[in-house]
């Protein structure tokens, strides 16, 4: 595999791990993460034809569809096995048989994408073998396709259940072909926004590449009005081009805490050979250059000449922004990889991250901070598996000025008096979450303008006079 330079090394001191650091709290406080299989009902809504199933309690799919509609601002089916207190007991298996009889009779899915829950994982449900079942005893009917992720809520974060439903999704729809073949490259994004998967796309064709996004939640998640409701949008990854992806000239997956951990490109390195490169997000200068170095490699073209000046339109805005930027103390928390990706940013920009905080428990988490800030700026604090009294808590004898993260920050921002730039999942308290741009020389310069707008009001605002111009 190749790597963005990543480097292992012991785990800095100054990470913390979450509660397990601060003995006095024994709950999770306003969580800075959500649940494994809420992501891995928003990866299987980025392919193509395909119905989220949670095989657990109809609380739970009903949890999840208003967290998501909420930040998406687009409607959001979710199936459900519908559990209760019997199932509990004897088992869910002929109600995630029944479940997915009716998703086919209502929505006729290319893919049903089944996620566990803590509820079928706690009392041993064997979701593989009531699957196999199901297939043997209704395969006459034209099955859709069927992918089983396991994502109890206590094995990891909303980003872990992304990533495992992509790996399972990889798994059990790529076939064996011959790889090198034709101009398609694999991009694994992560969890980013919907108008990053399309800037991704466009950069990734720009260099005359095909991009097999997977998932691609950029329609799916953010579509056109349309005259009547259609409970599977169009949009996301064809499964065509998912059988597809052993052909493909490379697999590219974003993300500098993906290294360790079964992903969608390291099962096609495993099974196929196809090669496999990991790097960060590509947020800000060094981060997207690396994206544009690996493209540049594969396709064997130079850097198209729009990227060459968005990049300089981008060190422009820097140096013009960097008297109100510069020396400034920023907290930054979220899901890992965006939080990194922040973090390298804003080491770029001559900011100073004094804290990178995540609900999720990545071990590369610090080394991964440790890296993107080497030659540009000290080490923030770390914490990881954190919730936000804990942030809080650490935050405040940092004295940051801002903070950078998802919409559940706004109370710790309005109690401390200082400007929330909203980026990742989950934003409730914001319209356009989906349109928020952070990837590429051009989304950096429109997070770069977020980031310094927001210092610029806080400092009009605090003015006695309220002048108007800085």
Not at 266 to 277: D, P, S
């Amino acid at each position: 595999m190749k790597t963005g330079a990543v480097r292992v090394r012991p785990e800095p001191e100054n990470v913390k791990h979450g509660a397990a650091s601060l003995s006095a709290y024994a709950s999770t406080t306003n969580a800075c993460a959500v649940c494994a299989p809420l992501g891995a009902s928003l990866a299987f809504r980025g392919i193509e034809g395909a119905v989220p199933y949670i095989h657990g309690s109809q609380g739970c799919a009903t949890y999840m569809r208003r967290y998501i509609i909420s930040h998406y601002r687009e409607p959001m089916d979710i199936a459900s096995s519908s559990l209760g207190e019997k199932q509990a007991v004897f088992g869910g298996g002929p109600n995630l048989k029944k479940g997915i009889l009716n998703v086919m009779r209502k929505y006729a899915p290319s893919l049903v994408g089944v996620a566990t829950t803590c509820l079928t994982e706690t009392i041993g449900d064997d979701v593989p073998g009531i699957l196999l079942e199901f297939k043997r005893e209704f395969g006459d009917l034209g099955l859709p396709e069927i992918v089983a992720v396991s994502t109890p809520s206590y094995s990891g974060t909303h980003s872990d259940g992304w990533h495992a439903a992509v790996a399972a999704t990889v798994e059990t729809l790529s076939k064996a072909s011959s790889p090198g073949s034709g101009n398609g490259v694999n991009i694994f994004p992560g969890m980013v926004s919907c108008a990053d998967m399309e800037h991704i796309k466009d950069i990734v064709q720009d260099f005359g590449l095909a991009p097999t996004l997977l998932p691609d939640i950029s329609e799916t998640l953010d579509g056109p009005a349309l005259a009547e409701y259609r409970p599977v949008p169009p949009g996301g990854t064809p499964l065509s081009s998912i059988r597809a992806m052993p052909k493909n000239l490379a697999s590219i997956e974003l993300g500098r805490t993906l290294s360790d951990r079964k992903t969608g490109a390291a099962v096609l390195e495993k099974r196929f050979g196809v090669e496999r490169t990991g790097l960060g997000l590509p947020i800000g200068l060094r981060e997207t250059d690396a994206l544009m170095e690996a493209l540049s490699r594969i396709s064997g073209r130079p850097v198209p000449r729009r990227h060459l000046l968005e990049r300089g339109r981008l060190l422009d805005a820097m140096a013009d922004g960097h008297k109100y930027l510069a020396g400034k103390r920023v907290a930054v928390y979220g899901e890992e990889d965006l939080t990194i990706g922040l973090v390298a940013f804003l080491a770029e920009t001559g900011a100073k991250p004094v804290l990178a905080a995540t609900g999720g428990r990545s071990a590369g988490f610090a080394q991964a901070a440790a890296d993107v800030c080497e030659g540009l700026a000290p080490v923030p604090e770390i914490i990881r598996g954190a919730d936000f009294h804990e942030i809080a808590d650490k935050a405040k004898d940092l004295s940051p000025e801002i903070l950078i993260g998802h919409g559940k920050g706004q109370r710790t921002a309005r109690e401390w008096g200082i400007p929330l730039v909203r980026a990742g999942f989950p934003i409730h308290d914001r319209f356009g979450a989906q349109r928020l741009s952070h990837t590429g020389y051009k989304g950096a310069l429109q997070l770069y303008d977020r980031i310094v707008n927001a210092l610029l009001k806080k400092t009009q605002e605090s003015c006695s006079i309220g002048y108007g111009y800085l």
